[in-house]
């Protein structure tokens, strides 16, 4: 398992950008598939963006699609949720997660599947 720490979180006016960054322990970061969710008051958590462990292969949920760009750095243990054109829509904490799956739709958009998560960080759209 990995430990993760979020950051970069916090107050944005619709139409602005945030990134945010997931830093992980461990010497094996690289073969993780590591994913973002999110998690608005009063619904359940939901699959954000993932990227592969060789960083070959993103998959995102529709909502996010053209604004928010994963990446990571395994030099640096680290991966990021660039997000621009933030809607208010989008406010909530929002959740890095590691584990060793298959990179398959079905597989990346259950939490169950990720074995490690860091301990979010909130973000807040303003009309």
């Known amino acids: 398992q990995l430990h993760m720490v979020e950051s970069g979180g916090g107050l944005v006016q619709a139409g602005g950008s945030l990134r945010l960054s997931c830093a992980a322990s461990?010497?094996?970061?690289?073969?993780?598939?590591m994913g973002w969710f999110r998690q608005a008051p009063g619904k359940e958590r939901e699959f954000v963006a993932a990227?592969?462990?060789?960083?070959?292969?993103?998959y995102y949920t529709d909502s996010v699609k053209e604004r928010f760009t994963i990446s990571r750095d395994d030099d640096k243990n680290t991966v990021y949720l660039q997000m621009n054109s933030l809607k208010p829509e989008d406010t909530a904490v929002y959740y890095c997660?590691?584990?060793?799956?298959?990179?398959?739709?079905?597989?990346?958009?259950?939490?169950?599947?990720?074995?490690?998560w860091g301990q979010g960080t909130q973000v807040t759209v303003s009309p």
């Open positions: 997660a590691a584990g060793v799956l298959s990179f398959l739709s079905v597989v990346l958009v259950s939490p169950s599947r990720y074995e490690s």
């Open positions: 990227i592969s462990g060789s960083a070959a292969f993103t």
């Open positions: 461990g010497r094996t970061f690289g073969r993780y598939v």
